[in-house]
Protein backbone atom coordinates (compact mmCIF):
# COMPACT_ATOMS: atom_id res chain seq x y z
CA UNK A 1 0.00 0.00 0.00
CA UNK A 2 3.23 2.21 0.61
CA UNK A 3 4.41 1.79 -2.93
CA UNK A 4 1.30 3.39 -4.02
CA UNK A 5 1.61 6.36 -1.99
CA UNK A 6 5.11 7.12 -3.43
CA UNK A 7 5.80 10.41 -5.14
CA UNK A 8 7.31 8.57 -7.60
CA UNK A 9 3.65 6.34 -9.01
CA UNK A 10 1.77 9.31 -7.91
CA UNK A 11 3.60 11.54 -10.02
CA UNK A 12 3.14 8.34 -13.34
CA UNK A 13 -0.50 7.89 -12.15
CA UNK A 14 -0.74 12.17 -12.43
CA UNK A 15 0.27 12.05 -15.94
CA UNK A 16 -1.80 9.11 -17.18
CA UNK A 17 -4.75 10.56 -16.01
CA UNK A 18 -3.44 13.98 -17.80
CA UNK A 19 -3.40 11.89 -21.17
CA UNK A 20 -6.62 10.36 -20.56
CA UNK A 21 -8.00 13.84 -19.99
CA UNK A 22 -6.44 14.92 -23.06
CA UNK A 23 -7.84 12.03 -25.30
CA UNK A 24 -11.44 12.35 -23.93
CA UNK A 25 -10.95 16.46 -24.19
CA UNK A 26 -9.83 15.98 -27.90
CA UNK A 27 -12.65 13.41 -28.06
CA UNK A 28 -15.02 15.53 -26.93
CA UNK A 29 -14.18 18.25 -29.24
CA UNK A 30 -14.63 15.84 -32.02
CA UNK A 31 -17.76 14.69 -31.56
CA UNK A 32 -18.76 18.11 -30.57
CA UNK A 33 -17.67 19.45 -34.07
CA UNK A 34 -19.36 16.39 -35.25
CA UNK A 35 -22.87 17.19 -33.96
CA UNK A 36 -22.01 20.99 -34.94
CA UNK A 37 -21.23 20.10 -38.65
CA UNK A 38 -24.56 17.69 -39.16
CA UNK A 39 -26.69 20.49 -37.37
CA UNK A 40 -25.58 22.95 -39.65
CA UNK A 41 -26.31 20.97 -42.58
CA UNK A 42 -29.59 19.81 -41.31
CA UNK A 43 -30.59 23.40 -41.00
CA UNK A 44 -29.21 24.50 -44.32
CA UNK A 45 -31.03 21.06 -46.14
CA UNK A 46 -34.11 22.68 -44.33
CA UNK A 47 -33.91 26.03 -45.48
CA UNK A 48 -33.17 25.02 -49.31
CA UNK A 49 -36.21 23.10 -48.71
CA UNK A 50 -38.25 25.85 -47.50
CA UNK A 51 -36.82 27.95 -50.37
CA UNK A 52 -37.60 25.40 -52.57
CA UNK A 53 -41.04 25.19 -51.84
CA UNK A 54 -41.57 28.59 -51.25
CA UNK A 55 -39.84 29.48 -55.18
CA UNK A 56 -42.32 26.42 -56.18
CA UNK A 57 -45.30 28.10 -55.32
CA UNK A 58 -44.35 31.57 -56.57
CA UNK A 59 -43.89 29.66 -59.92
CA UNK A 60 -47.04 28.03 -60.27
CA UNK A 61 -49.07 30.83 -59.07
CA UNK A 62 -47.09 33.16 -62.16
CA UNK A 63 -47.57 30.53 -64.61
CA UNK A 64 -50.85 30.11 -64.00
CA UNK A 65 -51.42 33.70 -64.22
CA UNK A 66 -49.45 33.98 -67.15
CA UNK A 67 -51.83 31.48 -68.89
CA UNK A 68 -54.57 32.99 -67.53
CA UNK A 69 -53.83 36.06 -69.15
CA UNK A 70 -52.78 35.07 -72.36
CA UNK A 71 -56.14 33.55 -72.71
CA UNK A 72 -58.08 36.63 -71.87
CA UNK A 73 -55.73 38.66 -74.14
CA UNK A 74 -57.22 36.25 -77.07
CA UNK A 75 -60.48 36.01 -75.92
CA UNK A 76 -62.73 36.71 -79.27
CA UNK A 77 -65.46 38.48 -77.58
CA UNK A 78 -64.62 42.33 -77.52
CA UNK A 79 -67.73 43.89 -75.52
CA UNK A 80 -69.12 47.13 -76.79
CA UNK A 81 -67.69 49.06 -74.11
CA UNK A 82 -64.48 47.81 -74.07
CA UNK A 83 -64.64 48.49 -78.09
CA UNK A 84 -65.83 52.39 -77.19
CA UNK A 85 -63.16 52.95 -74.36
CA UNK A 86 -60.25 51.38 -77.08
CA UNK A 87 -62.04 54.50 -79.81
CA UNK A 88 -62.36 57.07 -77.08
CA UNK A 89 -58.43 56.44 -75.93
CA UNK A 90 -57.30 56.75 -79.81
CA UNK A 91 -59.42 60.28 -80.56
CA UNK A 92 -57.99 61.57 -76.94
CA UNK A 93 -54.92 60.91 -77.64
CA UNK A 94 -55.00 62.52 -81.46
CA UNK A 95 -55.01 59.67 -83.54
CA UNK A 96 -56.78 60.16 -86.83
CA UNK A 97 -59.04 56.99 -87.67
CA UNK A 98 -60.23 56.03 -90.87
CA UNK A 99 -63.29 56.74 -92.18
CA UNK A 100 -63.70 53.37 -94.05
CA UNK A 101 -65.56 51.25 -91.68
CA UNK A 102 -63.71 47.91 -92.24
CA UNK A 103 -60.05 49.85 -91.20
CA UNK A 104 -61.53 51.57 -88.31
CA UNK A 105 -62.44 48.92 -86.70
CA UNK A 106 -59.21 47.51 -87.35
CA UNK A 107 -57.62 49.98 -85.86
CA UNK A 108 -60.07 50.38 -82.65
CA UNK A 109 -59.56 46.28 -82.28
CA UNK A 110 -55.96 47.22 -82.55
CA UNK A 111 -56.01 48.87 -79.26
CA UNK A 112 -58.20 46.81 -77.69
CA UNK A 113 -55.41 43.93 -77.87
CA UNK A 114 -52.57 46.53 -76.95
CA UNK A 115 -54.92 47.51 -74.18
CA UNK A 116 -55.05 44.58 -72.80
CA UNK A 117 -51.58 43.57 -73.50
CA UNK A 118 -50.72 46.64 -70.99
CA UNK A 119 -53.59 45.42 -68.21
CA UNK A 120 -50.85 42.06 -68.57
CA UNK A 121 -48.03 43.64 -67.53
CA UNK A 122 -47.53 43.16 -64.18
CA UNK A 123 -48.05 39.15 -64.85
CA UNK A 124 -45.29 39.27 -67.05
CA UNK A 125 -42.71 40.94 -64.72
CA UNK A 126 -43.93 38.74 -62.29
CA UNK A 127 -43.35 35.71 -64.82
CA UNK A 128 -39.70 37.25 -65.70
CA UNK A 129 -38.86 37.16 -62.29
CA UNK A 130 -38.99 33.69 -61.42
CA UNK A 131 -36.55 32.70 -64.34
CA UNK A 132 -33.60 33.24 -62.13
CA UNK A 133 -34.45 30.99 -59.32
CA UNK A 134 -35.89 28.13 -61.57
CA UNK A 135 -32.97 27.78 -62.90
CA UNK A 136 -30.82 27.73 -59.85
CA UNK A 137 -33.07 25.68 -57.36
CA UNK A 138 -35.00 23.15 -60.49
CA UNK A 139 -32.65 23.16 -63.51
CA UNK A 140 -32.80 24.48 -67.18
CA UNK A 141 -35.67 22.53 -68.29
CA UNK A 142 -38.07 25.08 -65.95
CA UNK A 143 -36.17 28.03 -66.83
CA UNK A 144 -36.50 27.08 -70.59
CA UNK A 145 -40.25 26.20 -70.13
CA UNK A 146 -40.76 29.90 -68.22
CA UNK A 147 -38.97 31.31 -71.22
CA UNK A 148 -41.00 29.85 -73.48
CA UNK A 149 -44.06 30.77 -71.89
CA UNK A 150 -43.19 34.57 -71.38
CA UNK A 151 -42.37 34.36 -75.38
CA UNK A 152 -45.74 33.75 -76.34
CA UNK A 153 -46.66 37.06 -75.10
CA UNK A 154 -44.32 38.50 -77.66
CA UNK A 155 -45.79 36.78 -80.00
CA UNK A 156 -48.61 38.06 -79.61
CA UNK A 157 -47.47 41.85 -79.28
CA UNK A 158 -45.63 41.25 -82.85
CA UNK A 159 -49.04 40.35 -84.45
CA UNK A 160 -50.81 43.07 -82.88
CA UNK A 161 -48.10 45.03 -84.19
CA UNK A 162 -49.18 43.56 -87.79
CA UNK A 163 -52.45 43.46 -87.45
CA UNK A 164 -53.02 47.48 -86.95
CA UNK A 165 -51.25 47.53 -90.16
CA UNK A 166 -52.55 44.74 -92.25
CA UNK A 167 -54.44 45.52 -95.49
CA UNK A 168 -56.76 43.22 -96.55
CA UNK A 169 -56.94 44.78 -99.91
CA UNK A 170 -53.44 44.90 -100.95
CA UNK A 171 -51.88 42.11 -98.00
CA UNK A 172 -52.14 38.31 -98.45
CA UNK A 173 -54.94 36.85 -97.38
CA UNK A 174 -53.23 33.54 -95.99
CA UNK A 175 -51.50 35.61 -93.48
CA UNK A 176 -54.10 37.95 -92.89
CA UNK A 177 -55.55 34.29 -91.16
CA UNK A 178 -52.26 33.50 -89.52
CA UNK A 179 -52.69 36.64 -87.82
CA UNK A 180 -56.10 36.25 -86.94
CA UNK A 181 -54.83 32.88 -85.45
CA UNK A 182 -52.86 34.03 -83.13
CA UNK A 183 -55.11 37.16 -82.04
CA UNK A 184 -57.81 34.84 -81.23
CA UNK A 185 -58.30 32.22 -78.96
CA UNK A 186 -59.25 28.26 -80.80
CA UNK A 187 -58.74 30.32 -84.35
CA UNK A 188 -59.25 28.35 -86.99
CA UNK A 189 -59.98 25.55 -84.02
CA UNK A 190 -59.15 24.67 -81.10
CA UNK A 191 -56.62 21.79 -82.24
CA UNK A 192 -54.47 24.16 -84.50
CA UNK A 193 -54.67 26.84 -81.91
CA UNK A 194 -50.96 26.72 -82.07
CA UNK A 195 -50.25 29.88 -79.10
CA UNK A 196 -52.75 27.64 -76.68
CA UNK A 197 -50.70 24.57 -77.43
CA UNK A 198 -47.25 25.93 -76.50
CA UNK A 199 -48.69 27.36 -73.51
CA UNK A 200 -50.60 23.96 -72.32
CA UNK A 201 -47.32 21.92 -73.55
CA UNK A 202 -45.15 24.49 -71.03
CA UNK A 203 -47.49 24.60 -68.29
CA UNK A 204 -47.12 20.67 -68.07
CA UNK A 205 -43.30 21.15 -67.98
CA UNK A 206 -43.59 23.47 -65.27
CA UNK A 207 -46.33 21.09 -62.99
CA UNK A 208 -44.17 17.99 -63.58
CA UNK A 209 -41.29 19.93 -61.72
CA UNK A 210 -42.68 21.95 -58.82
CA UNK A 211 -46.69 20.00 -58.20
CA UNK A 212 -44.19 17.44 -56.38
CA UNK A 213 -42.42 19.60 -54.45
CA UNK A 214 -45.53 21.23 -53.32
CA UNK A 215 -47.76 17.69 -53.14
CA UNK A 216 -44.61 16.19 -50.89
CA UNK A 217 -45.39 19.09 -48.44
CA UNK A 218 -49.03 18.95 -48.47
CA UNK A 219 -48.73 14.87 -47.38
CA UNK A 220 -46.48 15.57 -44.65
CA UNK A 221 -48.75 18.27 -43.02
Same mark, same amino acid.
Given at each position: ?21 ? %? ?5 ? $? ?14 ? &????? *? ?7 ? /? ?18 ? #? ?32 ? +?? *?????? @?????? @???? #? ?21 ? /? ?5 ? %?????? #? /? ?9 ? &? ?5 ? +? ?8 ? *?? /? @? ?8 ? $?? #? ?9
Amino acid at each position: MEAYLRPEFLNSLGTVLQGVGT %ILGALAV $CYAGYVGSSTINKWRT &QKLEE *RKIEEAEKI /VAAAYNARRHLSYMRSPYIA #PQEFAEAERQLVTSGFELSNDPAQRKRLISAQVY +YR *RFEASH @DKIVDL @DARF #PMARALFGDALEGALEKLGAQFN /VLKAFID %IHAQFN #P /VADDIEFGKKI &QAALVRG +YPTEDKDEIA *RT /V @DDQIRIIESL $CL #PVLRLVAGKS
